[in-house]
């Protein structure tokens, strides 16, 4: 699984990259990649995006760090 971290609308989202696009899941998981982390959900994570479609096409969003507020460097 691949996670992103990207802009939609100036709005901060996060979600998992797959053929054509992107599988979002900040409503299912929370509001940023590490709560998703820190909650040891990524394989509930990765069992909600098994046979989904992309929300959103990868070459229309504008790309974060994976982890913007990381708690450590």
């Not at 609308?9 to 979600?15: A, F, T």
């Amino acid at each position: 699984m691949r996670l992103v971290s990207y802009l939609v609308n100036g709005e901060p989202r996060y979600g998992t990259a797959v053929d054509g696009g992107v599988i979002d899941l900040t409503e299912q998981f929370g509001p940023d990649l590490r709560s998703l982390i820190a909650s040891n959900r990524l394989d509930d994570a990765r069992k909600t995006v098994s046979g989904l479609k992309p929300s959103q096409a990868l070459d229309d969003l504008v790309l974060l760090p994976p982890v913007p507020n990381p708690e450590k460097l």
